[in-house]
């Protein structure tokens, strides 16, 4: 059974949710999991490479990282899943660009053992 949430509930489940442009009762979303790499290449409004992926040399020389802020916080997620950390799930639209999520995807990406991520799916 899937679970089926508005974005305003979803911003009231999460504390860490940076952009919360989907946070209202218009938008609803599907739980869902889908293979990490079907998201990569999704174009995504909010990201400065116009799609969901951003690496880690893309974070490293993104002018926003200038005290190293994106890549440390990808170097702490990834130290986190390799603790037994378990994130919140991505939120992506109805063509699964990302709303919120584009730190976790890049860890994500850069550990293979992870396959497939949890996502709110906006339908």
Same mark, same amino acid.
């Not at 890549?71 to 603790?83: C, G, L, S």
């Given at each position: 059974?899937?679970?089926?949430? =508005?974005? %305003?509930? $979803?911003?009231? *489940? +999460? ?5 919360? &442009?989907? /946070? =209202?009762?218009?938008? *609803?979303?599907?739980?869902? =999991?889908?293979? #990490?790499?079907?998201?990569?290449? &999704?174009?995504? @409004?909010?990201? !400065?490479? /116009? %799609?969901?992926?951003? =690496? ?6 993104? @002018?926003?990282? +200038?005290?190293? +802020?994106?890549?440390?916080?990808? #170097?702490?997620?990834?130290? +986190?899943?390799?603790?037994?950390? #378990?994130?919140? @799930?991505?939120?992506?639209? %109805?063509?699964? /660009? ?5 730190? *976790?995807?890049?860890?994500? !990406?850069?550990?293979?053992? $992870? ?5 709110? #799916?906006?339908?």
């Amino acid at each position: 059974m899937a679970e089926y949430l =508005t974005g %305003k509930e $979803i911003c009231s *489940r +999460y504390s860490d949710i940076e952009n919360d &442009a989907f /946070g =209202t009762e218009d938008h *609803r979303f599907a739980l869902m =999991t889908v293979n #990490k790499e079907s998201l990569y290449d &999704a174009p995504c @409004p909010f990201s !400065s490479n /116009g %799609k969901n992926l951003m =690496t880690f040399k893309e974070w490293e020389n993104h @002018p926003e990282n +200038y005290d190293d +802020y994106h890549t440390d916080n990808v #170097k702490q997620m990834i130290d +986190y899943i390799h603790e037994g950390g #378990k994130f919140s @799930p991505l939120i992506c639209d %109805k063509e699964f /660009g990302l709303y919120d999520g584009q730190h *976790r995807l890049t860890a994500y !990406s850069m550990i293979p053992e $992870i396959q497939n991520v949890r996502i709110y #799916k906006e339908i």
